[in-house]
């Protein structure tokens, strides 16, 4: 059983450039979520999928980032004309049906110049 | 809104000291309550829980209570090791979706 995997594991780019992030959540597991995380904090909730359903979108989620599940299995998180304050470690995780344990993936570092 | 508030870090004891991590919570239902910790340079891992009320969680020799007359799930461990030395977060969740996160302490152990 391969855990929550992430991709990549960092990224560095300059303001105003576009990233992507890949997660890989455990197989069988429909729900996927999205966290982020700065230092010293604890991770503040981004977005979560039920399936390819995009079900609640946190007010941190601005108009520069979206989100994706296609088939419901990997989900992308993209942001567009990136700024300095979206330096952070960007999680994710996923779930199984009725239990409430989450499980999260090694999450990717962005440091934006 | 729902929030989660830990003590302070960086908590630092000896070896097979006993341990005490803060934790209170503020919330309109009945949450579910979780122990995460992230180990020098691994992802965040799942520790203990409790779901209800007077649910006592535990692992790996860890264990906290769910109080709900206090709004308490205090994380505790009556020997620690140098290999628990880590970074912990309380956090919970009403709907099992959004998980709200204190802001963690840092443990250290020394040998």
């Known amino acids: 059983d391969t855990g929550v995997s992430q991709d990549p594991r960092h990224k560095i780019t300059k303001r105003g450039q576009n990233v992507t992030f890949r997660c890989d959540p455990i197989?069988?597991?429909?729900?996927l979520y999205w966290y982020r995380q700065t230092l010293g904090q604890g991770p503040e909730f981004l977005t979560y999928?039920?399936?390819?359903?995009?079900?609640?979108k946190s007010r941190l989620l601005s108009d520069r980032f979206s989100a994706e599940r296609p088939k419901g299995s990997f989900s992308t998180l993209e942001i567009q004309r990136t700024e300095q304050g979206d330096s952070a470690m960007y999680l994710c995780?996923?779930?199984?049906?009725?239990?409430?344990?989450?499980?999260f993936g090694p999450g990717t570092r962005l440091t934006v110049t | 809104g729902d929030s989660v508030t830990q003590m302070e870090g960086p908590v630092t004891l000896s070896e097979e000291a006993f341990l005490t991590i803060n934790c209170t919570y503020t919330?309109?239902?009945?949450?579910?309550l979780f122990w995460y910790v992230q180990y020098p340079g691994e992802g965040l891992q799942l520790l203990l829980k409790?779901?209800?009320?007077?649910d006592k969680g535990s692992n790996k020799g860890f264990e906290a209570t769910y109080r709900k007359e206090t709004t308490s799930f205090h994380l505790e461990k009556g020997s620690v090791q140098v290999s628990d030395s880590a970074v912990y977060f309380c956090a919970l969740t009403e709907d099992g979706n959004k998980l709200v996160f204190g802001a963690g302490t840092i443990l250290r152990v020394k040998s």
């Open positions: 995780a996923s779930r199984l049906g009725p239990s409430y344990e989450q499980y």
């Open positions: 409790a779901t209800k009320a007077d």
């Open positions: 919330a309109t239902g009945y949450p579910s």
């Open positions: 197989s069988e597991h429909n729900r």
């Open positions: 999928f039920q399936n390819e359903a995009q079900l609640e």
